[in-house]
């Protein structure tokens, strides 16, 4: 088990690499300049060139990874040709906003599929099934930023409940924090709700018409307790793999709906720094999202273990 | 008798929405006494476990609904209960057994936990007492070490200890009432042994009432106090055990008897044909040490095993599972590669073979396996499934139209068959299609890993009569793994005995029988049910 972690740990090494350096190659290779972006439209081939100087990008490609990488393994992640800061402490600024949303949405998405899902396969084939897989179909097909701009408009103009947009640190009451979350939260959920009560629901029914199911039954165990006890469980493993994908696809979410409420997050930060053709702030950025990613994916497998004593690694 | 524990009364159920007949079973009348162990007998679609659930109020209710009739238990009609009141008596005065016991319990729960649900639905006991009697009921079911078991998970115990776990499950609150749906079809014949005698034990301790469903004769033989024959929802005979296995009154129960195998071998006359298949010195290894698990588990699931079939032979391999008994044939096959060792076809050694050098064997030794509702693509036609193998070996769609055509009378089947899909046959039409198939490949070694242990024993009869006459007109060395001796007394010349990957003792198949030389070979025999009886009772008058 701590043999199979240690290896795990060691594989996002390579991962790691083979990103940075495709990142690194792509922003190269894409026909834009950012010294020409930061000079303005009125400066001239000279003053251009100088710009790319003081950024470095006159030299060659591979000198100029060397130069990254080598930082990058010391922690510096460079300075943002943009934002005039270092990039380590911009992502510090921006990383609450983003990690506080994510927590919210999964939090809603979970505490809201998972009991629909239960519900819809219990019910199977009766008009709240129907219901649950209806609202699942509408809930993927709805892009985010309409279902944004519906409950702005609902909660927040029409029955005046919520804030419009806009996001509050905690530091500064976590009240005003809870309420600028809900709406981005909840629009964001949706699609997760919906993707996560269908899965829910799908497992469960193949795990309802399992043999122990019955025995439980024949035990005298009250419905609840067979649904919860001993069917969702033995449901969960494909479950958790949705949650673990939903929470690694909320990355793109995020940048539609930091967008749509004005929360300055990574998401916001990311569309902001492509824009600007802000290379170490992009590198940086995506880095980032895919330790991120391959921590998750762990994280799921660890959590198959202590769902299931079957998998063992 | 006493006042019976449980007493159904003209019991119909019937089937919601359009089946292949409006009742699962009609018109039932049966009775459990006390201390008394009675055995419900029938083929797939009697209904003898749809009576079963009805009793346990455990109908399907999307799809079958008492319609008339009722159901006492010691006196109280259960059919008019409540949902709340119906599981109030589940598991405390009545409490059920089922076949498989690897999938009816909870696969991420503690056996301990299983056993102890029932306490902490039906009674008040603290955590700290119910561990006490689960551990009780454990030692009195014979479990080894409780105090260990009580937290392993399911996967962690052999089939016996399961069923012995989902028995305690069922009796920890010392139920009425047992209900057993084929509790030992899923269990090697020594664990069966043993766990129909606990069953007896266990029943004679609180003078349980016990409705034992099976399809077996020789279970039946071996516990029954009174037997209850079903056909197609209905009671055709029921009486005292001895009277029904010995004298049975209708054409429908003699007929079942007389299909159950004798345990001796018939008379047979040497095969002195070539050899067409022989294994040398086989081993299948599973399992690799290596720096990263030096402690990995290695098995030999095949251990130098070294058998020939002669043209026109059927050598059996009888075995227990794990026994590896199908991992030799999927050697043969080269399903799966050998570790070491020959396999010859027809002298030529196939074992260490690249797979392009291999391709114009295989067609020569074909495969039937034992589940024929999966061994066949539920979304393509038999005729597809037939002739796919000869066209992969060249012949045109016409030919091997041609050549299904014919199989099918072969098989005793209509060439219309061949147009239709495969969930429009019965299990035993589907394995006569499976075997259609091999034999459309013109193989000289037929394998049959288990091919009628899936099938009711009428139908069992019928499609090892066709195997036999396979056999005799294309001239075929056949290899029949089997674990039921009854089986392979009746259809092997030869039999091969393996245990844990060896095989402990090869021969004849009369000498086998008529003498064992190994021990685990007459443990074998001693375990095998009614050993001692042969079910051809009613067979002269009947059928």
């Known amino acids: 088990m701590y043999g199979y972690l240690f290896r795990r740990l060691l594989g996002t090494i390579p991962v790691m690499l083979v990103v940075a350096v495709f990142i690194f190659l792509m922003l190269r290779l894409t026909p834009s300049d950012p010294a020409a972006i930061i000079a303005g439209d009125n400066a001239n081939a000279e003053q251009v060139a100088k710009i790319r100087g003081q950024l470095g990008l006159d030299r060659p490609m591979i000198e100029q990874f060397v130069i990254w990488s080598g930082k990058v393994l010391t922690g510096d992640f460079g300075e943002s040709f943009f934002f005039k800061k270092t990039v380590a402490s911009l992502i510090g600024e921006r990383i609450e906003p983003t990690l506080s949303l994510a927590f919210f949405t999964i939090l809603i998405a979970v505490l809201v599929a998972v009991p629909l899902g239960v519900l819809a396969a219990h019910r199977h084939g009766s008009w709240v099934d129907r219901i649950v897989m209806g609202f699942s179909v509408l809930g993927f097909s709805v892009p985010v930023f309409v279902i944004g701009y519906l409950l702005i408009y609902l909660f927040a103009v029409y029955l005046n409940w919520l804030p419009v947009q806009g996001y509050q640190r905690i530091s500064e009451g976590i009240g005003g924090w809870v309420q600028r979350l809900i709406l981005p939260s909840v629009t964001l959920s949706v699609i997760y709700i919906a993707l996560i009560a269908r899965m829910t629901r799908t497992s469960l029914l193949e795990v309802l018409s399992e043999d122990y199911i019955r025995t439980a039954r024949a035990k005298g165990q009250i419905e609840r307790k067979v649904l919860f006890r001993h069917a969702l469980r033995n449901a969960a493993v494909p479950i958790v793999t949705v949650i673990g994908l939903g929470i690694a696809l909320l990355i793109g979410g995020v940048v539609v709906t930091e967008s749509v409420f004005t929360i300055p997050g990574l998401g916001r930060l990311t569309v902001d720094a492509v824009l600007a053709r802000d290379y170490p702030t992009i590198q940086a950025v995506i880095l980032l999202f895919s330790f991120v990613y391959v921590m998750i994916n762990l994280a799921v497998d660890m959590m198959y273990t202590l769902l299931d004593p079957r998998i063992r690694y | ?543």
């Not at chain 2, 009697?133 to 409780?146: K, N, Q």
């Not at chain 2, 259809?491 to 004849?508: F, L, N, S």
């Open chain 2, 1 to 543: 008798m006493s006042a019976p524990v449980l007493e159904v009364a003209n019991l119909s159920v019937a089937i919601k929405g359009s089946g292949d007949r409006p009742h699962a079973v009609r018109g039932i009348n049966l009775a459990v006494g006390a201390n008394e162990i009675v055995c419900v007998v029938g083929e797939s679609g009697s209904g003898k476990s749809v009576t079963a659930q009805a009793v346990m109020g455990l109908l399907p209710k999307a799809a079958m609904a008492v319609e008339t009739g009722s159901i006492r238990l010691e006196g109280e009609e259960l059919t008019t209960k409540s949902d709340a009141d119906l599981r109030a008596i589940r598991g405390t005065r009545m409490a059920m057994v089922f076949q498989e016991p690897m999938t009816a319990l909870n696969p991420v729960e503690r056996v301990g936990d299983q056993i102890g649900e029932v306490l902490e639905i039906h009674t008040d006991l603290d955590p700290r007492e119910r561990r006490q009697r689960v551990l009780e009921i454990m030692r009195a079911v014979h479990l080894p070490d409780p105090e260990q078991m009580i937290d392993a998970y399911p996967h962690q115990l052999s089939g016996g200890q399961r069923q012995r776990i989902m028995i305690a499950a069922a009796l920890v609150l010392d139920p009425a009432l047992l209900i057993a749906d084929e509790p030992t079809t899923a269990l090697d014949v020594t664990t069966q042994a043993q766990i129909l005698k606990l069953v007896r034990e266990m029943q004679g301790r609180k003078k349980t009432g016990v409705l034992f469903i099976t399809h077996d004769f020789g279970v039946v033989s071996e516990i029954a106090d009174r037997v209850v024959v079903m056909q197609l929802g209905r009671i055709v005979e029921q009486g005292p055990a001895e009277e029904v296995l010995r004298n049975p009154r209708e054409d429908y129960t003699r007929m079942l008897l007389a299909s159950v195998p004798s345990m001796t071998p018939p008379k047979r006359v040497p095969v002195t044909g070539q050899v067409v298949l022989q294994t040398e010195k086989l081993f299948k290894t599973y399992g690799k040490r290596s720096l990263f698990q030096p402690r990995a588990r290695i098995v030999n699931a095949v251990n130098d095993v070294s058998l020939l079939v002669r043209r026109g032979e059927t050598l059996g391999i009888v075995g227990e599972s794990g026994s590896g008994k199908s991992t030799v044939a999927r050697c043969i096959a080269r399903l799966v590669p050998p570790s070491s060792g020959a396999i010859k076809i027809d002298g030529s050694d196939i074992a260490g073979m690249t797979e392009a050098a291999f391709r114009p064997v295989r067609q020569r030794v074909q495969f039937i396996f034992q589940d024929p509702y999966r061994s066949l693509n539920p979304r393509r036609t038999v005729g597809e499934a037939i002739i796919e193998g000869p066209m992969n070996f060249g012949l045109s769609r016409g030919e091997a139209l041609q050549r299904a055509r014919e199989l099918m009378s072969v098989v005793h089947l209509s060439p219309e068959a061949l147009d239709r899909y495969p969930h429009q046959f019965s299990g035993g039409q589907r394995q006569r299609i499976c075997i259609a198939r091999a034999l459309a490949m013109r193989p000289e070694v037929l394998i049959g890993d288990e091919p009628v242990s899936a099938l009711d024993v009428s139908v069992q009869a019928q499609v090892l009569k066709l195997l036999d006459e396979v056999r005799r007109r294309f001239n075929l060395a056949v290899l029949f793994i089997t674990h039921d001796l009854r089986v392979a007394a009746q259809v092997c010349d030869r039999i091969a005995v393996m245990q844990r990957g060896v095989i402990v003792e090869q021969g004849t198949t009369s000498d086998v029988f008529a003498a064992p030389q190994h021990e685990y070979t007459r443990a074998l025999f001693d375990a095998a049910p009614g050993r001692n009886r042969e079910f051809f009772a009613g067979a002269a008058a009947g059928a």
